[in-house]
Nanobody, 117 residues
Framework: QVQLVESGGGLVQPGGSLRLSCVAS????????MGWYRQAPGKQRERVAS???????IYADDVKGRFTISSHAANNTVILQMNSLKPEDTAVYLC???????????WGQGTQVTVSS
């Protein structure tokens, strides 16, 4: 499986911003989709945002207008710009890379985002 390395998490006050980056260890030929997910304590993992290789973007309803996902296909990098952060955004954020066939469904180790005053 491809290794994904995330960076950019941390502690921020409500209303602040963070920028998460995820870089794949190798170029994934035929990559279909990269995305960001999050998991808060006691809650299920949920998709935050994803972007396909042809530019289709999906956001979770509660981050629309605040988060922006972008990708750089040449180096298999995906960025999540998070603005107007709220305490309920606190979670471990994980990067995912997916290819349908041959199947790749790789996850990063996660980066902690904490929004607190």
């Amino acid at each position: 499986q491809v290794q994904l390395v995330e960076s950019g998490g941390g502690l921020v006050q409500p209303g602040g911003s963070l920028r998460l980056s995820c870089v794949a260890s190798e170029i994934i030929v035929g990559l279909h989709r990269m995305g960001w997910y999050r998991q808060a304590p006691g809650k299920q993992r949920e998709r935050v945002a994803s972007i396909t290789n042809d530019g289709v973007i999906i956001y979770a309803d509660d981050v629309k207008g605040r988060f922006t996902i972008s990708s750089h296909a040449a180096n298999n990098t995906v960025i999540l710009q998070m603005n107007s952060l709220k305490p309920e955004d606190t979670a471990v954020y994980l990067c995912n890379a997916f290819r349908a066939w041959p199947t790749i469904d790789s996850w990063g180790q996660g980066t902690q985002v904490t929004v607190s005053s």
